[in-house]
């Protein structure tokens, strides 16, 4: 059986957050017999950075102050040692800064395949970064959002060609987590669930699929954890 694929998931920080809790939970679904998951950071303290420890999942910290400072410049360098030293085969960027700083680095670095992602619309990130955030479009192998609306977003707005975004949902873990629907003035309807994988770029976390088949407006809610 060939080894596993080192692959490398990046947020800015790793503490509450939608975003922070997706790459965790990303991280932590990896099938460890085929990806050997890494995890880094700006701030490598926090909620979602215990949870990644507790799961064995190494993370690596490049603290940056500024863009424009030399922190940058000294994270830079330390990034590409840590692709070279753990031979990184993909890099997955999952929020804007980490979009900014890490998908160039990778690519300068020569990692062998490179993934940002674009999780709200770029009207949320005015001016200088949404200038950069187009030139990081062209030297990715792939984007990947969350939900059609987005891809939709980088088709007609922003001119990413479809074939290079992947569609990813956000997800929940189902071994945790039962979804209850009521539904409100008829009666109830017993819920299909149904897990199944969604089209990455590389094997995503299974997430869970409420078909809904009343007009009634429908009520969720996520039992408290044991």
């Not at 939970?25 to 303290?45: N, W, Y």
């Not at 070279?84 to 680095?105: G, Y």
Request: with cysteine.
């Amino acid at each position: 059986m060939p080894a596993p694929i080192p692959v490398l998931l990046m947020a800015r920080e790793l503490n509450l957050g939608g975003t922070e809790r997706q790459l965790t939970e990303m991280a932590k679904a990896l099938d460890r017999s085929r990806f050997e998951p890494h995890v880094g950071s700006f701030h490598s303290a926090g909620l979602r950075a215990n949870d990644l420890t507790a799961a064995g999942v190494p993370i690596a910290e490049f603290p940056i102050r500024s863009f424009a400072s030399l922190s940058a410049f000294t994270a830079a360098r330390a990034l590409g040692r840590y692709l070279n030293r753990h031979h990184i085969q993909l890099v997955h960027t999952f929020d804007v800064p980490m979009n900014l700083f890490a998908a160039p680095v990778s690519r300068a670095y020569g990692v062998r395949s490179l993934l940002s992602s674009q999780r709200a619309y770029r009207t949320l990130t005015p001016g200088w970064r949404t200038h950069l955030l187009r030139a990081t479009d062209r030297i990715v192998d792939g984007i990947v959002v969350n939900c059609r609306a987005i891809e939709r977003h980088l088709i007609e707005d922003e001119k990413v060609p479809a074939h290079r975004i992947h569609l990813c949902y956000n997800g929940i873990d189902t071994q945790l987590a039962q979804i209850h629907i009521e539904v409100v003035g008829a009666d109830l309807i017993k819920p299909r669930r149904r897990n199944f994988l969604n089209d990455c770029p590389y094997d995503c976390k299974r997430v869970l699929n409420i078909e809904r088949h009343a007009p009634t407006p429908v009520r969720q809610s996520l039992p408290e954890r044991g």
